[in-house]
């Protein structure tokens, strides 16, 4: 059976969505009404957001790049949501053209938009599954055609985990994508924490309250919780620390010239023996 | 190009610089702020240019403005911190050396085109998101409700098309929706369905929790259940099921629906019925048959306690010459009737009667107060069978014999209690027949031994229970062992060791003895080659073994005979066969050639027990004989002193009879030294007993002959 007979659970986009918010911090449009209300509650309790997610973003076109200077020309890109500027196809493309990117989100609408902007981009697919069922990822078309397993990938769990429960088994599924992938691929990953945000924790949870109340909980973590999902990983330089603080591409980067809000969590690239 | 600090295109790049820091904070980049600075620097450049040029071009500042949308300055304070630098330092850093008013005027131009540009870029830019993500929760929402028309036309076949019935029913059990199957199932018409309620659909086969269940789960206190089901169909017919009921909840988990998937099983069900019913019955009297009834007695027995059971075993008089002499087709029709008649014994709850094979019936009661209504039901019976039985336009008089077993439940087992029944059975017939007895205990015990024992000879044989024990045959005279008389035992693993007055008659009754006999004469014809070999000096060893009435009438006696010697290399002169007087009283030359073909061999032939049947002593000339053995009773009486002078007369002339017919005589039980003595002045041969040695080993008579041959 190639696919559930049963029809996926109605759209229902007056309920917010995690990628259209994140589109909202980072100044887009690809959004509605629900997903500001949502984004404009988090940001009463933590109004730098947008910062954190700019670093995210920030971070990623490091290690994408990093990842290109390393040789990898494939890319999977785990719960990637609404297609921004700075993507990481267009970051691989320049910086290695040729260079093969599958998309991973389980939102619909960020699928189908990532369709629409991927139409004409052979080297890049998009794939409706969910991090939890890593199986359905690695079996799924678009993977089988536009990444080989046999050599090298780098895996991108950006702002990603933080979104998976622990009864959902992030660990496991993370360790389940690792024994696929061939040695020397990297794993990039962000995670939210705690640790690091300008403001004391209690205030903070308003954030993690918000997000419990859009049925999509947001688990905060430690560095060492963290630092788990690297398990069968070689770290790279400089490990697992502030966002901001990972390969800074200046030789004159200075702290200072960063935004307080940019060192909230945690983001580490790791490679496989 | 290294700018000079100071030249045009020094003062170019000091203006982005200050501009890209201006921004930063408010843009969205993901850029470092050196990138974004030479992002922002082709912008600078066109500025300048724009400033410096002849004619002012409105639509190149637009153009500016909404590059700023491009290089991502989304936020409106990027446009105004924008404006800010250009008013500021625009013409500070790039007017050169143009008139002051001039550019000033320029700039604000500028900033106003740039920043309907921006606004212009940004509602552009704003709209086609906008556009782009609702297009995207389109595209979406049609692939969900594609995926759900797909799904639900699969599943509407599923449902149309099943073999089972389904149908949906809410939780008052209002009827919402059923499918051809379930229509079919109950013959009628989806009008006729629509508007009915589940609980219309009550069955007086219904079983006690039918509707339990089924208020559990629309109460949301159970989520399904399953159970055979009967439905009244319109044409009166009914419809049974496999029925399955589930409960269907919304995604809030509050009962919404109530499920149910139905299997006709009404074909089935009658196919077992009549599976069973064939499996429990008798095919000719209609009767329950031994099947059928042990499950009832099984039952019967495994009942509570207070509980008792009454059961009468008929087995019917002389049905074998009835069957043998009018036919089978006369029999079946007589046990027909007699069927008929025992079943209108049996009206009250609790009893039954079974045919338990052949002319044998059983009649079964039950409840707390069956020692009187055993006795009743077995009166019944016996009375049912008074009136002659037609058949044929014969008027036949039967006659029943019954075994009554009654007692409490949970003592015994089903086997047990038929077994004792048949016995008493046989008690009844062995006293007369036609009448009843009821089970006692000590004569079942007896019976039972020699039942068990019955049926344990065959396998006693082939796992080698049986062992042969020698008593020695003693000369009178010199006292010099002679021979051993071969003595068969059963080392019964329960019961220990048996003689073979325990099991040789049962031997003889199931036919075991011919071979047991042959086993016999084969281990001692072989022992008698043994001791020959080992004891040459001792003189030739005879080896005696008896022969029971039933192996002289086998055909294969002599051959066997034969056979075993010739396997054994052992002369015929070495065997004795001892074949009991009251076996060849009346004896005809047909019953004695076997034996005068063995004596003529060269086989002894001895007259075992001779004393205590009708000794016929005229007979005893004819008989193929050469040894008379006399019984034990005679010798009895010379165990006291002094003996019976009667006893010593009759002795005497039994050994002066024998010796002038050219008998040797033995005698048995010889238990003193006197006695021994008294036989010898008697004149008799050999004798054997306590006296010289009990039945034991061959081991033994080795030592024995060989005290004999060295004393």
Redesign the interface.
């Known amino acids: 059976m190639e696919r559930p007979?049963?029809?996926?659970?109605?759209?229902d986009?007056s309920v917010p969505s995690v990628s259209?918010i994140y589109d909202f911090?980072?100044?887009?449009?690809?959004?509605?009404e629900v997903d500001r209300e949502a984004a404009r509650k988090a940001m009463e309790f933590m109004p730098g957001l947008?910062k954190i997610m700019?670093a995210n973003?920030?971070f990623?076109?490091r290690a994408v790049r990093f990842a290109a200077d390393q040789g990898i020309t494939q890319f999977l890109d785990v719960g990637s949501g609404?297609p921004t500027?700075?993507n990481v196809h267009e970051v691989a493309q320049s910086a290695s053209p040729g260079a093969r990117v599958v998309y991973v989100d389980h939102d619909?609408?960020?699928?189908?938009?990532s369709?629409?902007v991927l139409r004409d981009n052979a080297d890049a697919g998009v794939v409706a599954a969910d991090l939890r069922k890593p199986q359905e990822i690695l079996a799924s078309a678009e993977v089988q055609q536009l990444i080989d397993l046999n050599r090298p990938v780098a895996l991108l769990l950006v702002a990603i985990l933080h979104f998976v429960e622990d009864e959902d088994d992030p660990y496991g599924a993370v360790a389940e994508l690792r024994d696929a992938l061939a040695p020397g691929s990297l794993l990039v990953l962000t995670h939210a924490s705690y640790e690091g945000i300008p403001l004391p924790p209690e205030r903070a949870a308003g954030t993690v309250d918000v997000y419990k109340d859009i049925r999509n909980p947001l688990i905060m973590r430690s560095r060492d919780d963290i630092a788990r999902f690297f398990e069968g990983y070689d770290m790279v330089e400089p490990g697992l620390v502030p966002m901001p603080r990972w390969r800074?591409?200046?030789e004159?980067?200075d702290p200072q010239?960063e935004?307080p809000w940019a060192f909230s969590g945690f983001a580490g690239v790791g490679r496989t023996a | 190009v290294i700018a000079e600090p100071d030249g045009p295109e020094g003062r170019l790049r000091r203006f982005a610089t200050i501009w890209s820091r201006a921004v930063f904070p408010v843009t969205t980049t993901s850029s470092t702020r050196p990138e974004f600075e030479e992002q922002l620097l082709p912008l600078a450049r066109r500025l300048s240019e724009a400033l410096r040029a002849r004619t002012f071009d409105a639509d190149e500042g637009r153009a500016l403005g909404a590059a700023l949308v491009t290089v991502h300055c989304t936020d409106p304070e990027a446009l105004s911190q924008t404006l800010d630098c250009v008013d500021a330092y625009l013409v500070l850093y790039c007017g050169g050396d143009g008139d002051q008013e001039d550019l000033r005027v320029r700039a604000s131009r500028l900033q106003h085109a740039m920043a309907a540009g921006f606004a212009a870029a940004l509602r552009e830019r704003t709209l086609a998101e906008q556009e782009a993500i609702s297009a995207a929760a389109l595209k979406a929402q049609g692939v969900v409700a594609q995926a759900l028309h797909a799904s639900e036309a699969r599943f509407r076949a599923v449902f149309e098309g099943a073999a089972i019935g389904i149908g949906m029913a809410d939780l008052e059990g209002n009827i919402l929706q059923v499918n051809e199957a379930l229509l079919r199932m109950f013959g009628i018409s989806e009008q006729m369905m629509r508007g009915r309620n589940v609980m219309e659909w009550t069955h007086p086969e219904d079983a006690p929790q039918t509707w339990t269940l089924y208020d559990e789960l629309v109460r949301g206190e159970r989520e399904h259940y399953h159970l055979e089901k009967a439905f009244s169909r319109p044409d009166g017919t009914v419809l049974w099921t496999n029925l399955t009921v589930s409960l269907l909840r919304d995604a809030d988990g509050n009962p919404q629906y109530q499920l149910a998937l139905m299997e006709d099983t009404t074909e089935r069900r009658l196919l077992n019925l009549r599976l069973r019913y064939e499996a429990t019955h008798d095919a000719l009297t209609g009767l329950p048959n031994r099947t059928f009834f042990f499950e009832r007695l099984e039952k019967a027995l495994g009942a509570g306690a207070g509980q008792r059971f009454g059961l009468c075993y008929l087995d019917l008089d002389g049905f074998k010459t009835i069957n043998d002499s009018l036919g089978h087709a006369a029999g079946d029709r007589l046990l027909v009737e007699v069927a008929d008649r025992l079943q209108s014994c049996t009206t009250a709850p609790g009893e039954m009667v079974a045919r338990l094979g052949g002319d044998e019936f059983v009649a079964l009661t039950t409840g707390t107060d069956t020692e009187r209504e055993v006795d009743e039901l077995a009166s019944r019976i016996m009375h049912a069978l008074l009136a002659p039985i037609s058949v044929d336009g014969r008027e036949l008089t039967v006659r029943g014999s019954i075994g009554i077993v009654e007692g409490p439940a949970g003592e015994r087992s089903a086997a047990e209690v038929l077994r004792s029944a048949d016995i008493t059975m046989y008690r009844a017939k062995a006293s007369g027949g036609n009448r009843f007895e009821l089970a006692d205990e000590e004569a079942d015990a007896r019976a039972i031994t020699r039942h068990g024992l019955t049926t344990a000879l065959p396998t006693a044989l082939e796992r080698g229970e049986f062992f042969i024990e020698y008593q020695p045959l003693v000369h009178l005279g010199d006292g010099s062992v002679r021979g051993a008389e071969a003595l068969v035992r059963w080392l019964h693993p329960q019961h220990g060791v048996l003689g073979p007055d325990r099991f040789i008659p049962l031997a003889e009754h199931t036919g075991l003895i011919v071979p047991l006999g042959r086993w016999v004469l084969e281990q001692s014809v072989r022992q008698a080659r043994a001791w020959r070999e080992r004891h040459e000096e001792a003189g030739p060893l005879r080896i005696n073994v008896n022969l029971s009435p039933c192996q002289l009438t086998h055909p294969g006696l002599v051959q066997d005979t034969v056979d075993i010697l010739e396997r054994a290399g052992v002369e015929p002169d070495a065997l004795c066969l001892e074949v009991t007087e009251s076996a060849l009283i009346g004896a005809d030359d047909d019953l004695l050639k076997p034996l005068r073909r063995l004596a003529e061999m060269g086989v002894d032939i001895a007259l075992d027990d001779f004393g205590t049947g009708y000794s016929n002593l005229a007979n005893l000339r004819r008989l193929p004989v050469s040894i008379l053995k006399l019984d034990r009773s005679f010798t009895q009486s010379m165990q006291q002193f002094p003996a019976d002078p009667v006893d010593l007369k009759i002795v005497e002339g039994i050994v002066s009879l024998a010796h002038s017919l050219d008998l040797a005589v033995t005698v048995e039980g010889v238990e003193t030294g006197a006695q021994a003595e008294q036989l010898r002045i008697l004149g008799c041969d050999t004798a054997q007993g306590w006296y010289y040695a009990r039945p034991g080993p061959p081991e033994r008579l080795h030592e024995l002959a060989l005290v004999d041959a060295t004393g």
């Open positions: 007979a049963w029809a996926p659970r109605s759209i986009i259209r911090y980072l100044g887009g449009s690809h959004n509605f947008p700019q973003r920030a990623m076109r609404i500027f700075g619909p609408v960020a699928v189908a938009h369709e629409a800074p591409e200046s004159t980067w010239d935004d």
